[in-house]
Structures are given as C-alpha cells and as structure tokens.
C-alpha cells in the first residue's frame, strides 16, 4: 500500500523497550516541529518497558514496520534464531504484554511504502526472514529489490548508507555521520539506517534519530543524550537479562 506523507518526516528504529531514549527522541521531533513519525520496527525486545514504548509508537507514529523482535513477541517459533539474551529477554516481555498490544504487534506489516520510500526493518529483498545489511554484497542484493528512490531500514543498530547509480554497478558506501546532515541527492537508490534510538551498536552511547527532508533529500541524524540509568534500572526491574542493561551505556 503507497501513502502520501508528509515533506519532512521522523524515523525512529529499534527502539527496543527503552522508554527513556524513546521521550528523548520523542521531545526531540518536537522540538524540531516535526510531526509526522515512522517506526522502523522492534518497539520491544530487550529494554524494560515494553508496554509503554507500544503505547507511545502507537499514539505518536503515523506508522510502524514489523521488527523481527515484533514478531517474535507473538510467535515463539521465531525465537530459536534468537542469542541466549534476547530470547531470554523477549519471552519475559511476552508475559509482560497484554493481548491487545500482542494483536497489534502481530498486525504490523512488513515495510511500508510512502510515494519514492520504502520503510522496512531488516530486508527488501526478503522481509519476513530478516536478513542484516552488513558489507556492500548484501547492500546490493537489497537495492536491486529496491524500486523506490529511498529505502530506510534499521535491523543492525548501526547508522550506515548505501547508493547504487542509476548505471548499476557495486552499491557505494554513503557516509552517514554520528550526527548531523547528509544529503542523499545524488542520482540512484539509496537504503539508509539512521541508527537505532533504544540500543545503539556504534560504540556511541545515546540514542539515535532522523529526521528526513524531501527537499534537497536531507537527512538530520540527531544523538542525544538520555537517561541511561533509568533505562539499566527499568530493565533490571522487570527481569530481563543484566547483560542488556549493562551494554546500554557503552553504546554496543
Ligand atoms: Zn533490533
């Protein structure tokens, strides 16, 4: 299903439970004057509130994609692919969801497209089985199943970015930086990750956020600092695994 959306937009990813980092890139889009948000999936896994951040995307999002933690709240089959810790932490998260956050969790679709974007969390090519964008070999098999100008995924916690010229060719890399504006203007796909709010991997910390301009294709990634400590102490609270609290302030 196409929409018609906004000139300037919000991405949040991977937002992983963590109901701190979220207000922070929440208060952050207003800030901005930015009122048109989408969520590029994982609303839960890891993080220690998981009904809060459900309620939050659902109320402030215009509209989520399906993450494979998403997925794996409803359908305990795709947990075996899980590492010890995220499975330990998304079957305590499903006790923790009531049926209805459950039924809308199971409703996500798996990308969303608005006019020239696709919004998917981890794969075009094959949404339903997740694979991670990683070197250039992946990001060209993604951008050939790529048919709109600007693909935003999410999946691996890292902000990156890939273009491949309208000529074919290997996909080049795209300098996403930690913060700050690039513009994605130059003729060709392109599938960006703006980096995650709730659980980066990038070594840095605070959580990430973007905010995207059709207009001279201009995308603001913004880090901000958040309350780490009162995310460590959620998750702590609700019995997940200490591993995931412990990695928040380390940014991996
Ligand atoms: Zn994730």
């Keep these: 299903m196409i929409r018609r959306t906004a000139s300037r937009f919000g991405l949040v990813a991977d937002v992983h439970a963590n109901l701190q980092a979220l207000e922070a890139a929440l208060a952050h889009f207003e800030a901005e004057g930015v009122v048109e948000i989408w969520c590029l999936g994982d609303v839960v896994g890891y993080g220690g509130d998981p009904a809060a951040c459900v309620e939050l995307i659902r109320e402030r999002c215009a509209g989520t994609v399906r993450g494979n933690h998403d997925a794996a709240a409803v359908d305990p089959r795709l947990r075996d692919d899980f590492n010890p810790h995220a499975r330990a932490a998304i079957e305590r998260q499903a006790e923790l969801l009531d049926a209805s956050t459950l039924e809308w969790l199971g409703s996500l679709p798996p ?102 301009e059709r207009e001279g294709a201009r995308l603001r990634i913004a880090r901000l600092r958040y309350d780490v400590a009162a995310a460590q102490a959620a998750i702590r609270r609700a019995g997940m695994p200490a591993f995931e609290a412990d990695r928040l302030e380390h940014g991996r």
């Excluded at 998917?120 to 992946?138: K, N």
């Excluded at 970015?161 to 203007?185: F, H, M, N, T, Y």
């Design 111 to 212: 990308t969303i497209e608005l006019d020239d974007v696709l919004l998917l969390h981890g794969s075009v090519a094959d949404p339903d089985g997740f694979s991670y964008v990683m070197g250039s070999s992946d990001a060209d098999r993604e951008l050939d199943a790529l048919v709109v100008r600007w693909g935003f995924y999410a999946h691996t916690h890292v902000p990156a970015g890939w273009r491949k010229p309208p000529e074919g060719g290997v996909p080049q890399r795209v300098d996403i930086p930690a913060s700050g504006e690039v513009r994605l203007e130059a003729p060709g796909r392109y599938l960006v990750n703006p980096g995650a709010v709730g659980q980066p991997r990038d070594g840095d910390p605070r959580a990430a956020c973007a905010v995207f």
